[in-house]
């Protein structure tokens, strides 16, 4: 299992892989009916199909979330960084096929969006989040207009959490929290750190079959050695509890 000072490194390292290639802030000019932010999102990848929630207390991020899926951002991206027992991320259009991203980078310039910190979304398995770039350039940890991560995670133990809190966050987890890395896992020192809009509802096993892949490792970018592609990604009828 990873060393805790290891993967916090790694961890960090989602600020550092944004590179904005425009400075025009604007976003996607699709219309948001409010039907659409009742409805779920299918995510149809090359590994399997994956249902997201997005979350109402984040409404920045859910509505730029829905425009983005509603354009066709996302449809034939790829996801350029993965790191087994953390996150697999995608969102950058250079990862596009060339018909695709000659199109795109036309259409879409990067922006950021506000930290939209909630007390009751972390980063436990299965949790959606945005990445963004490093504080000493982004103080006010805003994110990313497209980029985003999908948490795998790790299971911890009392000691590792401990250390999380005491090295890292500098503050004592929620009691239900710690029930809940110590359980299904998650990534806890991301936690009010980068803004957790969602979580996966159904496909689990396709983000573990995903954040298996093998990749070029830190050194490279943990850039997965084989493709691995959102085809599309759409807004679907949330399903009746």
Do not use: C
């Not at 290891?6 to 025009?24: D, I």
């Not at 207390?57 to 425009?67: A, G, M, Q, S």
């Amino acid at each position: 299992m990873m060393h805790m000072r290891s993967l916090w490194l790694r961890a960090s390292g989602l600020a550092l892989v944004l590179t904005l290639a425009y400075e025009v802030q604007a976003q996607p000019d699709v219309t948001i009916r409010k039907r659409d932010r009742k409805k779920d999102l299918e995510m149809q990848t090359t590994e399997g199909r994956i249902l997201l929630r997005l979350s109402d207390e984040t409404p920045l991020h859910r509505d730029n979330f829905i425009k983005l899926a509603k354009s066709g951002y996302y449809n034939d991206i790829l996801f350029h960084r993965v790191i087994r027992q953390f996150m697999i991320q995608a969102g950058d259009n250079r990862t596009k096929r060339d018909s695709t991203l000659a199109r795109d980078t036309v259409r879409f310039k990067n922006y950021t969006i506000p930290a939209e910190f909630r007390p009751d979304l972390y980063h436990k398995r299965g949790a959606l989040a945005a990445a963004r770039m490093g504080d000493d350039v982004n103080p006010q940890k805003a994110s990313s207009g497209y980029q985003f991560y999908i948490v795998q995670g790790r299971v911890f133990t009392e000691t590792s959490l401990d250390s999380v809190e005491t090295h890292r966050l500098k503050r004592k987890l929620p009691e239900a929290h710690r029930q809940t890395y110590k359980t299904i896992g998650g990534a806890p020192h991301l936690d009010q750190n980068y803004t957790v809009f969602g979580e996966v509802l159904e496909g689990m096993e396709v983000i573990d079959k995903i954040a298996s892949v093998q990749t070029t490792g830190r050194q490279g970018g943990d850039k997965p050695l084989q493709d691995v592609r959102i085809n599309s990604l759409r807004l679907v009828k949330r399903k009746k509890a």
